[in-house]
């Protein structure tokens, strides 16, 4: 005689169900088994990972570099990372006790977070921003605080804004910048205005600045380097977006000793350490791959100028990113949302974007271009939007 079934049941977390799955992914999914469609979406570089780099990463191999290294990473890649903000940065850190490797600039997010935050801790974040912010303060039992920037004041968070959004209990404030989704970056004044609101509030600055090399018309100020600001900043970084090492996985914290021992406590309970032979690769590309981070980063610039100038051109009104490689242009003349306009061009003209509500509930008017793909795509995609326009919209250009 069988058995009776048993029915199982599998509770979920509420606070996991109540998030929506990434925006981005959700969309991209559409385009899978999709053929001759030119993606401008996923922001990856279009640059293969430089070959001394990956040379390096054979070599190491070969070597049989393929043990556990230390949980806070090499100590040879810390001492790298840490000789090199010194020098370009300006910053005095301690290799070994305010710096650790993480499993990408993601991870070092998620681990300040969960470090730094008790339940309810409210933290206050810019919208539009990377899909992942909301989420992961949720995930860490924080409370997000929308912070909401206009393309008036070129997406940037303004002192004025800051004070409108802050509420009683603000434990921190993330700051992206350059920013995904709108390239939006920020002068010495601009980050010294937001310093000034940051210590008023007694807030810890959590800063992400994966993009920083990737600054076109001003140089990139990291927010440690302003006075005051080194002990109330947990600076994030990586190498995925620098150095096109998107699938390596290598990503960095630093910050006051206290913080940095408290990621590092959830990092090895949870990833245990970065891959040993992603972290050699990275010490090449830092200490050997200037060269190649100028070339593509002269590229995308020149990408930019030329996206940005026919998105407008073609009536789509779009302000000029200052960093990072995307562009944020408003579809908010042809009256349609920016999920129909994403499947519509989808389905008609077959360029893929991502529609601006994956980057927070107030962009229904925008799209983001990603121009981290090659000059010959970007000019195929334009060609085709315009007869999407003009098609579908009426819109003479």
């Not at 206050?124 to 912070?147: D, N, R, S």
């Not at 393309?151 to 921190?172: M, N, Y």
């Not at 242009?329 to 991502?354: M, W, Y």
């Not at 601006?356 to 008017?365: I, P, R, V, Y």
Request: charged share 20%; net charge positive; hydrophobic share 40%.
């Amino acid at each position: 005689m069988l058995a009776p079934a048993v029915k199982a049941v599998m509770n979920i977390s509420r606070t996991i169900e109540s998030i929506p799955p990434s925006g981005i992914r959700a969309f991209f999914d559409l385009v899978i088994g999709m053929k001759d469609v030119i993606s401008l979406g996923v922001g990856e570089p279009d640059f293969v990972t430089p070959w001394h780099v990956r040379e390096q990463a054979v070599y190491a191999i070969e070597q049989g570099h393929t043990s556990y290294t230390s949980n806070k990473g090499l100590a040879e890649l810390r001492k790298d990372l840490a000789r090199y903000l010194k020098t370009h940065r300006g910053l005095d850190y301690d290799w070994d006790n305010e710096m650790l490797i993480t499993v990408g600039g993601s991870e070092a997010l998620d681990l300040s977070m969960r470090a730094l935050l008790n339940p309810g801790d409210p933290v206050m974040y810019h919208e539009p921003c990377f899909v992942a912010y909301a989420p992961l303060i949720t995930m860490a039992g924080g409370l997000p605080v929308p912070v909401m920037t206009t393309q008036a004041d070129g997406f940037k968070v303004v002192p004025e804004i800051l004070e409108k959004s802050w509420r009683k209990g603000t434990r921190a404030l993330l700051l992206n910048y350059p920013c995904n989704p709108t390239g939006t970056s920020y002068t010495r004044a601009e980050l010294m205005a937001i310093a000034k609101f940051v210590r008023s509030k007694d807030l810890i600055l959590i800063s992400d600045e994966i993009y920083d090399e990737l600054t076109y018309d001003f140089e990139h100020i990291p927010f440690a380097s302003l006075p005051g600001m080194k002990e109330r900043v947990i600076y994030l970084n990586g190498f995925s977006k620098t150095f096109a090492m998107t699938g390596w996985r290598i990503g960095w914290a630093a910050g006051p000793a206290r913080a940095l021992a408290a990621m590092t406590k959830i990092h090895q309970y949870t990833m245990m350490c970065a891959p040993i032979v992603s972290q050699m690769a990275a010490r090449e590309a830092l200490n050997n791959g200037g060269r190649e981070v100028a070339a593509m980063k002269k590229e995308y610039a020149r990408r930019r100028n030329f996206i940005v100038a026919s998105l407008n051109e073609l009536g789509l009104d779009c302000h000029v990113p200052q960093g990072a490689f995307y562009a944020f242009p408003s579809i908010k003349k042809l009256g349609i949302s920016s999920l129909d306009f994403s499947k519509d061009l989808l389905e008609k003209e077959k360029v893929a974007l991502v529609p601006g509500t994956a980057f927070g509930s107030q962009c229904s008017d925008y799209v983001r271009i990603s121009y981290a793909s090659s000059y010959a795509n970007l000019k195929e995609a334009c060609v085709r939007i315009r007869h999407y326009l003009e098609t579908y919209h009426g819109k003479k250009i």
